[in-house]
């Protein structure tokens, strides 16, 4: 089991970065793949980032490629998603997630742990 901690959420103006951070618990940290997804109000909780348990592939939705950039520290049991050049459309809760599959995990289903959220608002 892990448990999963975000932060680095805020109120921003569009065209500014943030660098959102998950502090994962338990010594098994590198044998998940870790997620990130995020929740506007009123719509459903969308995929973002996917990275391998290895740190070596990642995976994304459309909407972020070429914005945002997942990495991992599993010496440091960390996953962080850098976001750069945000939009208004990017305001959501984000979530950190990890999955005991393995390969291309994007689906809601396929994550078993979740964090508490992390807000991110963007102003035009």
């Known amino acids: 089991q892990v448990q999963l901690v975000e932060s680095g959420g805020g109120l921003v103006q569009a065209g500014a970065s943030l660098r959102l951070s998950c502090a994962a618990s338990?010594?098994?940290?590198?044998?998940?793949?870790m997620g990130w997804f995020r929740q506007a109000p009123g719509k459903e909780r969308e995929f973002v980032a996917a990275v391998s348990r290895s740190g070596a592939r990642m995976y994304y939705a459309d909407s972020v490629k070429g914005r945002f950039t997942i990495s991992r520290d599993n010496a440091k049991n960390t996953v962080d998603l850098q976001v750069n050049s945000l939009k208004p459309e990017d305001t959501a809760v984000y979530y950190c997630a990890a999955s005991d599959r393995i390969g291309v995990v994007v689906g809601r289903e396929e994550y078993a742990y979740w964090g508490q959220g992390t807000q991110v608002t963007v102003s035009s």
């Open positions: 338990g010594r098994t940290f590198s044998s998940y793949t």
